[in-house]
């Protein structure tokens, strides 16, 4: 088991890198769906992130120096993991703090200095920069939905791609691998990408997805999109695969979908708060049952014959 925690802390540095990429996000699931003492072990990683705190000094200096380096890192975790810090309650010390944070399965709605209402969805990590002449908001990880108030001062939400100026609105921004979807409800949005002279702006009811050097077609706002804010997933003809992998996003450890279900389709409103509920949804709708391995380590299958 210490070979897998070891493993489970390497894939942990890796996917919290700035440069981390779609094919590493898919072999880290290839790896959690593997075994299910993978997920046992990731499960564990979570915890650890979620409830370190109140570190000793030289824990917490050990964390600071791993910033600098993913060997150092690697060892910090797999130290503090064998040390039993997970038992510990408090604020998260961590390499990938922030000023706010989401764990996987949690939301959190917050109202800034300036009024200005902010909902995290689940896994979101946020820093907030207000100034004299700015208020900007950095998106550092997941999801969030901004309602602005009123101020004189510009409003923008950066992500890894580049930044969105509210125009006094309601939006959401998503930060993927590499891209950045945005959703406006509310007035409008201008999307700036980090690396192109190109300003684009999106009206309510229309969103986007960009990365640094271009701007996607804007699109309606599919309905429901933002329905995470009060804890739905709405799904209008999805595909089963589609409707599993946005649940994965609430829930530690793997879920899965087998090939032979994936493309079945359904319409529904499922609870996030409660993703076992949401699943038994799923076995009640469609001819598929849930296998699980451990409470990390769940895919759907169909049902057998007879």
Known sequence: ???????AVDWYVRLHDSHVDAATRAAWQAWLGADPRHAAAWARLEQLQGQLGNAPGGAAQTLQSARRDRRQAVKALALLLGGGVVGWQGYRVSPWSADYATRIGERRQLTLADGTRLDLNTDSRVDIRYDAGQRLIHLRRGEILVETAKDPRPLSVRSGEGDILALGTRFSVRQDAGVSHVAVTAHAVQ??????????RIDSGYGLRFSADAVGPPLPVAPGALAWAQGMLVSIDWRLGDVVEALARYRPGYLGCAPQVAGL????????????IALASLEDALPVRARRLT????????VEAG
Do not use: C, E, H
């Open 1 to 7: 088991m210490k070979a897998i925690l070891s493993d």
């Open 265 to 276: 389709r359904l319409s529904g409103a499922f609870n996030l708060d409660d993703t076992d």
């Open 295 to 302: 409470r990390y380590w769940v895919q759907l299958q169909p």
């Open 191 to 200: 999307v700036r990408p980090r690396s192109s002279a190109q300003v684009v």
